[in-house]
């Protein structure tokens, strides 16, 4: 489905990003959820979108924070 990320897709497509990179990207994701209330659905949709992007894409560790919010602005 083209829809859904590649399930390994931080071992066989990410050379900057690791696995431990995305759950400190989610964990703070979470907090400006919450912070800013936004529904449980809009922090959902973000880390779907921020799979979606990191399966197809590679990217550099100094813009992931970055994407983490566009991610963010674009679910909400």
Same mark, same amino acid.
């Given at each position: 489905?083209?829809?859904?990320?590649?399930?390994?897709?931080?071992?066989?497509?990410?050379? =900057?990003?690791?696995?431990?990179?995305?759950?400190? @990207?989610?964990?703070? +994701?979470?907090?400006? $959820?919450?912070?800013?209330?936004? /529904?449980? =659905?809009?922090?959902?949709?973000?880390?779907?979108? @921020?799979?979606?992007? +990191?399966?197809?894409? $590679?990217?550099?560790?100094?813009? /992931?924070?970055?994407?983490?919010?566009?991610?963010?602005?674009?679910?909400?």
């Amino acid at each position: 489905n083209k829809r859904r990320p590649s399930p390994n897709y931080m071992e066989s497509f990410q050379h =900057d990003v690791n696995a431990n990179m995305r759950s400190i @990207l989610v964990d703070w +994701l979470v907090e400006v $959820a919450e912070e800013y209330k936004l /529904l449980p =659905d809009t922090l959902h949709l973000t880390i779907a979108y @921020l799979d979606r992007f +990191l399966s197809s894409n $590679a990217l550099y560790r100094q813009k /992931l924070q970055l994407l983490g919010v566009s991610c963010m602005l674009i679910a909400s």
